[in-house]
């Protein structure tokens, strides 16, 4: 990416940094001498987010037999790198709790942004990926540049929104019209900030053009269908006014058939309550 068009993204917006925790959770995580203890205690710091991760342990998206009552046994159950993405779920999501920008309703906001996680976990089960959690977390943040366009640059954002609305095409078309760059594009530096994994960065950033994809083509792709399928289900809104068609290749990178979508969205409908009451119940922040 150009220098000029990251410091142009940076003169508009400031990325909020991570919480030191995840820092040291990550690199525990990576880190082959750690133990599922060490991991443990690291999490155990914080309580509500210890309380909330054994929670999501005992909710739909995972279907243990038995009741998971410890975040050690959450680790062993689940993996540690997945706990990892789900933490840091929790993390961001706490980071823009008590955030209210006037033109989008944050309810409808993070609505879409948990469905389109939900979606994207669900598609990557069927293609049997290997860690399933980091395309829920893509999902969750594939709209992050757009919820800081609403706060830093809010009568463009706004601007943009109400040009999509009267059909002039996709709001990223107007975004990039107006402010020079998209709110995907600055998803991507905002993940590239933060240190993300080089996967996550790609996918946010071409989850409206999954052609353009290269390294990480299937996770775009994945991404690309899930926001497609999310839009047309109304599970929230960022402000999109019409239902893009899915791109023909990136459904072909997915290798998936077409039989496969009305029990997607049969689990969408299923997990969505579940999951939802999780990570806004007491221990997450209480954003809806």
């Given at each position: ?47 509500a987010l210890a309380k909330c991760l054994v929670k999501l342990a ?231």
């Amino acid at each position: 990416m150009p220098q000029e068009k990251i410091k142009r993204i940076f003169r508009y917006v400031d990325v909020p940094e991570l919480p030191e925790l995840y820092s040291r959770l990550d690199a525990a995580i990576v880190d082959s001498n750690s133990t599922t203890a060490s991991i443990s205690a690291i999490i155990a710091e914080d309580t509500a987010l210890a309380k909330c991760l054994v929670k999501l342990a005992n909710c739909t998206l995972f279907r243990f037999s038995s009741r998971i009552e410890t975040i050690d046994s959450a680790i062993d159950n689940i993996g540690a790198r997945q706990i990892g993405d789900l933490a840091l779920s929790v993390l961001i999501l706490r980071m823009f709790d008590g955030m209210d920008p006037d033109i989008v309703s944050m309810q409808s906001y993070w609505r879409h942004s948990f469905a389109c996680g939900i979606t994207a976990r669900i598609l990557a089960a069927h293609r049997g990926e290997p860690n399933i959690e980091r395309f829920f977390l893509a999902g969750l943040l594939h709209d992050i540049g757009g919820l800081l366009f609403y706060v830093h640059i809010p009568e463009q954002a706004l601007m943009a929104i109400l040009r999509a609305r009267d059909g002039n095409g996709p709001l990223h078309h107007q975004e990039r019209e107006i402010v020079g760059f998209d709110h995907a594009l600055l998803g991507k530096v905002i993940l590239q900030s933060w240190h993300l994994p080089e996967a996550l960065q790609e996918a946010v950033e071409h989850h409206h053009t999954p052609e353009l994809a290269s390294t990480y083509a299937v996770e775009a792709a994945t991404l690309h269908v899930a926001d497609i399928i999310i839009n047309a289900m109304q599970y929230g809104s960022r402000g999109e006014f019409i239902v893009s068609p899915v791109h023909p290749e990136a459904w072909e990178r997915l290798g998936l058939p077409v039989s496969i979508l009305q029990p997607t969205m049969e689990q969408i409908d299923y997990q969505f309550n579940s999951i939802v009451k999780v990570f806004f119940g007491e221990y997450c922040g209480g954003i809806v």
